[in-house]
């Protein structure tokens, strides 16, 4: 059976795919068979700076799941292309790198850095993070959405991947939005915004206040997370 996925003009093997930031920077997992069966690996999303990430408590878990709030904590884009990315790249499968920023200018470094390292199947554009100039994620801005992915576009030597938000009155129109600046697939979706609250101490179990909900598959596995959402 032909399980082969194009996307823009990249090929894939199959459909099958870890998510960005359940699989960290993990080289301990790249000799591993099912990894080198993977359809593509997209490792933690990077920014153009290092990020320490959020205060601790960092991960909480819930009836329903798991709530996280990691705040993107990574070496940086130079860091990551020069330490993280030669490792993924000898495992064989092909790598879609995930990146977010707070401005259309430092995507477009990012992106111009990436075109540089070469060999790359794909980049994901996290827009799960704060526009800024409007005080909201811009995944939750269709305006915002597409003019990342309009300047993104021009410089790109990939296919761009948007990964959206759930966390909108109406994500048809933002992943409109995305089709219409030209991206060459959209992912969905990053987590859920979600809190869960300590009764005793009468405050958030997450030190950043709020995280990300992953939903849980079953309730009669502790441990089985869904694939949905992706988190970042």
């Known amino acids: 059976m032909d399980l082969k996925v194009k996307i ?3 090929l894939f093997p199959n459909p099958v795919t870890v998510a960005s930031g359940t699989f960290g920077h993990s080289e301990e997992f790249y000799g591993f068979p099912e990894v080198r069966g993977l359809g593509a690996i997209v490792p933690k999303t990077v920014t153009l700076k290092a990020q320490i990430g959020n205060p601790p408590r960092r991960i909480c878990e819930t009836p329903a799941g798991m709530i996280n709030a990691i705040g993107i ?11 993280n990315l030669p490792p993924l790249k000898k495992v064989g499968v092909p790598v879609i790198v995930s990146i977010s920023a707070h401005s259309d200018d430092d995507f477009v470094i990012m992106v111009e850095k990436l075109n540089a390292a070469q060999g790359l199947a794909a980049v994901e554009l996290n827009l799960s993070c704060p526009n800024l100039q409007k005080k909201v994620l811009i995944a939750q801005d269709a305006e915002a959405t597409g003019s990342v992915i309009r300047r993104v576009k021009a410089v790109a030597d990939m296919p761009v991947i948007a990964k959206l938000s759930p966390n909108v009155t109406d994500i048809t129109e933002i992943a409109a939005a995305a089709e219409g600046a030209g991206a060459d697939a959209v992912s969905l979706v990053n987590t859920f915004s979600a809190m869960a609250i300590d009764i005793k101490k009468r405050r958030s179990r997450i030190g950043n206040f709020t995280g990300g ?3 849980r598959r079953s309730a009669r596995s502790r441990s089985a997370w ?3 959402p992706r988190p970042g």
């Open 226 to 228: 869904s694939a949905r």
């Open 73 to 83: 904590e990574n070496p940086g884009i130079d860091v990551f292309i020069e330490k």
């Open 213 to 215: 909900l992953w939903v």
């Open 8 to 10: 823009g003009n990249s």
